[in-house]
């Protein structure tokens, strides 16, 4: 099957959210989280490259608009303002805050209905949620770190060696400028993150080590095993 292809339940629910979405006017936060769905388990992908290109052929709007009405949403939903969710031009001061550190959403949004009040304001403004967000993420503070899918390549490798060859094989680490922590008298684990420093650790100390064994992000495989006599 294509990877875009929909299934028939994905195609039934993308009919059901579009319904919505259609009806964005009178059901504002149903439509924009109905479009959040969409955009987020790309539905469009049966039909469309891009969720830019989706939105302008299928409701006539611009990307602008899409990505605006899925962060009032988004924003609404975690600072737990559905029964009274903030304008949409206040939520886009939040924008980067709820990509990047949602859990942060509720309490700036709350602080600035306390800002809100002490300006006269009925709701919180743009301006109130800018200066609210200083408050609790200060300028210099340090930015939240951006969600990432990359994985880091990390090799351990967990020795047990013979007394008689534990100053050998720590002479190898030296050698190489390797941390390595020992939990008992001969056993020792080391970590890196150079599959070829792994590779020369691994032609040096082998011929030392009682077992040896490497794990790749946490899954254990063991590579060689050997007995001493």
Known sequence: MSETKLTKREADKKDRLEAIVDNWIDQALEAG????MIKKEKLYRATHKTFESYVKERFSKTRQW????CNW??????ADRLAAPLSNNATTALSSVAKNAPEKVKEIVEESSKI??????DEPTKDDVKEAKLKVIPVNAPAPAKKTNKIRK???ASIVVDAANLMSVIGVFDELKV????SSKCELSV???SFSSFM???GKIFDKAETFEFSIHGTKVEMAEKQIA
């Open 33 to 36: 989280k109905a479009l959040m």
């Open 66 to 69: 899409a990505y605006d009405f």
């Open 73 to 78: 949403y988004e924003v609404n939903h975690l």
């Open 116 to 121: 809100a009040k002490k300006n006269n304001h």
């Open 154 to 156: 990390v090799f351990e």
């Open 179 to 182: 941390k390595y922590e020992q």
């Open 191 to 193: 970590m890196m993150d």
């Open 200 to 202: 020369l650790y691994a």
